[in-house]
């Protein structure tokens, strides 16, 4: 008895843990994937009637506005947050005699919540007040700001605020990696005569490929979480259309009480994301024959 | 000879120089780059606490960057104690509390969780586990909106409903992947010859987790902790989802106190708000950047 608890206890102590993530996580995915082929409203519903929901989902205007956001935030907000973060990480790798302080300046935003930035940015970019009365002062008479309060615009004041607070995290990422890069390849190129911006470009730049992917990971995924920041900014509006699938489902869940729309919404999203790491978990996680 | 000859010299110099100035030119231009850069993310920063510090008057007729004229505390006072979130009009006090009783247990438990684990799966594996660390690991990154619905019947089942054990037991589940991440890398990097050795000696599973690797994970530990703490302090759509007037975490409190749409809009009390929540991950972050960083890159790059 005791030998058989001897040989079992590392399965005994990981259990509670694994039933939870069993539990919790997939038996959970389960639940709303499986609610989402139901015609549950206010209350779930448990008998299954095809994909009327997600015919529903595809029909509706708002979830296109949803999807479209998505799209544009999205590109938006990887491409700026990358550069950034790598012109970012390449200008700090110069031998900058204050790099301790300016690292410290450029990551503090990822300590603080989508919420506080949401709001602070929300103040900053306010018609009236905001930025836009910071450039009356300054001459330009009819300097006009209102991106936060016009439909068509207002999701790229989301990207303004996701870059400022995610690209110091990408530029932790980088500059990471180019402390990494192997020096003794970069002496020879420089004994070579070849110039820095082409060393950059040719050598260090491609040798970073996995932290492009990381980060790419790391954002896509945060583009498609993106919950809080949109409604401490936006609220979703005006109208709905700052929405993402995000929102979307949440409002379905909550203030619409559609569970049908929201599991299936919520399925999406989770497909999306199934689809950006999964592969990548896999090409990390799969023993290594070096 | 001897002419032509200075005369290289004298060329040399001069591309010396020029060299030079190029040199000086473009350390002059990066460090103001980085300088303009800094400007930028400190930008909001900076607008927070000088509105905070500003009277309304103030705020509608001088410019958003603009120092207070006179400094006014007041708004601190109305956003800690007298701000409304909705009907009630307490402040941030109370939620402030909440999420402190609340982030105290979930970072505790779920650390130690995530240390056992991290340990069984580093040092113990046996068939399958690899499959079992990747299926808890792939729970890091779902979207939660998948989870709400039926985490909110389940609560309601467990009659623990909008309340704070509640909330705490969803950040414990969803926190336990990566606090398992980060101790499972940690503790990979220990050779599996000590558990041997150990084992010959007579040691069981818990003397050598707790006279062995116990105590060289100081700074995994330090990292876990501020990881999930500023995740859970931070989180919102939990706490928007799972609790009611009374158990709000602060960031709901502080998202219902900058929208309540009763009575004029206090800028100020709007900001110094912002600045409380945010006032705790901020302190980390100062106190422990270094065990923070390593927690973020820990949890995007695998170790």
Known sequence: MTDWLEKHVPKLVLAPSLVAIFVFVYGFIGWTAYVSFTKSRLLPKYDLVGTIQYEKLAASPRWEVALTNLAIFGILFILFATVIGLILAIMLDQKIRTEGPLRTIYLYPMALSFIVTGTAWKWILNPGLGIESVFRDLGFENFSFDWLVNPDLAIYTVVIAGVWQSSGFVMALFLAGLRSVDGEIIRAAMVDGISTPRIYMSIIIPSMAPIFLSSFIVLSHLAIKSFDLVIALTGGGPGYSTDLPATFMYAMAFSRGDIGQAASSATVMMMIVTAIIVPYLYSELRPRHD | ?303
């Not at chain 2, 100035?21 to 400007?39: D, E, N, Q, S, V």
């Not at chain 2, 603009?66 to 956003?79: M, V």
């Not at chain 2, 939620?95 to 130690?112: Q, R």
């Not at chain 2, 979207?143 to 009659?159: C, I, R, S, Y």
């Open chain 2, 1 to 303: 000879m001897t002419d032509l000859h200075m005369n290289d010299t004298h060329m040399d110099d001069r591309a010396n120089r020029n060299r030079l100035m190029k040199r000086i030119a473009l350390r002059f231009g990066l460090y103001t780059l980085l300088i303009l850069f800094a400007l930028y993310y400190l930008m909001p920063l900076f607008v927070m606490v000088v509105t905070s510090l500003k009277s309304l008057d103030e705020i509608r007729t001088g410019s958003l960057l603009s120092l207070p004229r006179e400094i006014d505390f007041s708004s601190w006072g109305k956003a800690w104690s007298s701000a409304c979130t909705g009907i009630q009009c307490e402040g941030l006090r109370p939620y402030f509390w909440n999420s402190v009783l609340l982030s105290i247990p979930a970072v505790a438990i779920s650390t130690l969780l995530g240390a056992i684990n991290g340990y069984v799966l580093a040092q113990w594996r046996f068939k399958g586990s690899n499959i079992l660390f990747a299926l808890m690991l792939f729970g890091c990154f779902i979207p939660f909106q998948v989870v709400l619905l039926p985490m909110a019947l389940t609560l309601g089942a467990l009659k623990i409903a909008g309340s704070i054990p509640g909330l705490m037991l969803v950040h414990i589940v969803y926190g336990i992947g990566f606090t398992t991440l980060f101790f499972r890398n940690f503790y990979v990097t220990i050779p599996t010859e000590l558990v041997k050795a150990a084992k010959v000696d007579g040691a069981g599973f818990f003397r050598i987790f707790f006279a062995i690797f116990l105590p060289v994970s100081p700074p995994i530990i330090v990292v876990t902790i501020i990881w999930q703490f500023t995740q859970i302090w931070n989180d919102f759509l939990f706490g928007v989802s799972f609790s009611q007037a009374g158990t709000q975490p602060i960031t709901v409190a502080l998202n219902n106190i900058v929208n309540a749409t009763t009575g004029v809009k206090e800028y100020n009390v709007d900001m110094a708000a912002a600045i409380i929540a945010a006032l705790p991950t901020l302190l980390v972050y100062v106190v422990a950047g270094k065990y923070f960083i390593r927690g973020l890159t820990a949890g995007s790059v695998k170790g």
